[in-house]
């Protein structure tokens, strides 16, 4: 149980366009979901939590504008990020925390993220 | 604010042998929540161990026990009979009870030799 996807795993996009991944708790029901950022060899970033039918909170240094989150569903947010540039490119995790019930609601269930290359 | 620290980036062990790596937090907060996230090469973040700050009775699972040292803020992970399959990043993380996000460490790369 508590299994998070993501989709998709990988996406190559031309500099300028806008992509979305998307991130889906399959078995439970995720009232927080998070996103975060990971460089090479280092460790996660956060860039926004989101709470269901909620504007994220961002991260300090992270454009809001940018990198758009929307919780539409207690199973479902999405990332899009508009206009990317190469400094984009890097590994998106999303994390999703659990409502009351099956799953632990202390603890954080990660996707397996998304790999963003911009050329 | 919270901070975590892993002071060993890299280590190594023998398969079938014991390794220990290490965390030390940082927090004014009496009850908290910590975790020991692997992360191998696929880059799935796998949930190994976790510890509420209130029990005093350290976490155990399988082949995985922490060290809770609460007076010290230490938190220490022991990997027994290390297996090929264990090697990975290794990251500890803190959540306070009060906030949803994670603090997460700079992460520990562990190789396991055969």
């Known amino acids: 149980g508590a299994v998070v996807s993501q989709h998709p795993s990988w996406v190559i996009c031309k500099s300028g366009t806008s992509v979305k991944i998307e991130c889906r708790s399959l078995?439970?029901?995720?009232?927080?979901m998070f996103w975060y950022r990971q460089f090479p060899k280092q460790s996660l970033m956060l860039m926004a939590t989101?709470?269901?039918?909620?504007?994220?909170?961002?991260e300090q240094g992270v454009e809001k504008d940018k990198f758009l989150i929307n919780h539409a569903s207690l199973t479902l947010s999405t990332l899009t990020v508009t206009s990317a540039h190469p400094e984009d490119s890097s590994f998106y995790i999303c994390s999703a925390r659990a409502a009351a019930g099956r799953a632990s609601t202390d603890t954080q269930y990660f996707g397996p993220g998304t790999r963003l290359t911009v050329l | 604010a919270q901070t975590v620290t892993q002071s060993q980036p890299e280590m190594s062990v023998q398969e079938a042998e014991t390794v220990t790596l290490s965390c030390t937090y940082d927090?004014?907060?009496?009850?908290?929540?910590l975790f020991w996230y692997k992360q191998p090469p696929s880059r799935q973040m796998i949930l190994v161990i976790r510890q509420e700050a209130y029990k005093q009775q350290n976490a155990t699972e399988n082949r995985f026990s922490v060290n809770f040292q609460k007076a010290a803020k230490s938190f220490s992970l022991k990997i027994s009979d290390s297996q090929l399959g264990d090697a990975a990043m290794y990251f500890c993380?803190?959540?306070?009870?009060?906030?949803?996000?994670?603090?997460f460490g700079p992460g520990t790369r562990l190789s396991v030799l055969p």
């Open positions: 989101s709470n269901e039918g909620s504007k994220a909170t961002y």
């Open positions: 927090t004014s907060e009496s009850d908290y929540y």
């Open positions: 993380a803190y959540r306070s009870p009060y906030g949803q996000n994670f603090v």
């Open positions: 078995d439970f029901q995720a009232t927080t």
